[in-house]
């Protein structure tokens, strides 16, 4: 199914999906350090395999398709819609629901919206990363069309994420993990977080259909005729990615025992 999925995007090369553990691990190194860059990037990862984003999705390049800006992320408490731009931080933090909407993203029906609850892990969870990123970028008063995946240090500039930080940092992370998932990092690159999102959805027994809907693959047009942004669509998806997102490989003969 996923090799399917594959053909219709067209992606230059045929990466693995990420397990869930090494991008927890790479979550946890990047709160322990409080480093801006490496919050910035965990973050990023993080929103790219709930919602199951492209690279040019989740970095701050345009590529083939659009980066996610600030104005097109909304926080909820409860059905409390929250305005990004100017609430208060605690109601940021305390928030229970995180909405994108597309634009001029790449094979999305321009205005819809589509959300993910709290995924039940305090850090790996795209409402905690939407807060996180929407707090830091508020902190330097970027405007509403800055790009999420981006970033400041002051008194330097603000900079993007860009595809190639984050193949560093998933690389340097499968370096360290990888051989016991049967992972090498030549395996992964920014381009395995689709991979990983939907793989995780399908070993937490998700329908395929329901997959492609979410990650918006055109295997089948009808699709676009279903409404993603329906919520009972989107109820829990969250919590069931961690528990699918726990998967390994079975090495090759590249993989050192």
């Known amino acids: 199914m996923l090799a399917a999925y594959r053909k219709i995007d067209d992606p230059p090369a045929r990466v693995k999906p990420i397990p869930l553990p ?3 691990f790479i979550m946890h190194q990047a709160i322990r350090s409080q480093q801006v860059p490496d919050l910035a990037i965990a973050d990023m990862l ?6 199951l984003l492209r690279p040019g999705e989740y970095t701050g390049v345009v590529t083939d398709t659009q980066p996610f800006c600030i104005q097109d992320v909304t926080l909820y408490i409860g059905s409390l819609r929250l305005n990004t731009m100017v609430a208060p931080l605690e109601q940021l933090q305390a928030a229970t629901f995180v909405t994108l909407e597309f634009t001029t993203q790449k094979n ?4 819809e919206v589509i959300g993910l609850t709290r995924s039940g892990d305090p850090y790996f969870c795209p409402v905690a990363a939407a807060s996180r990123r929407v707090t830091h970028l508020r902190s330097w008063n970027a405007p509403p069309p800055q790009p999420v995946a981006s970033y400041r240090c002051p008194p330097a500039a603000a900079r993007r994420i860009t595809a190639q930080d984050l193949t560093r940092v998933l690389r340097l992370a ?5 051989p016991v998932h049967g992972f090498l990092p030549q395996h992964v690159s920014a381009r395995s977080l689709r991979a990983s999102g939907a793989m995780a959805l399908l070993c937490a027994d998700i329908d395929p259909d329901r997959i492609r809907l979410i990650g918006r693959w055109r295997s089948d047009e009808m699709l676009r005729y279903l409404h993603v942004q329906a919520e009972p669509v ?11 997102g726990r998967f390994a490989l079975l090495p090759n003969r590249d993989v050192p025992p």
Request: charged residues 15%.
């Open 22 to 24: 090494i991008l927890q």
């Open 46 to 51: 993080c929103l790219a395999f709930f919602f």
């Open 108 to 111: 999305a029906v321009r205005g």
């Open 174 to 178: 499968t370096t360290l993990l990888g």
């Open 234 to 244: 989107m109820r829990d998806l969250s919590p069931r990615m961690l528990q699918g």
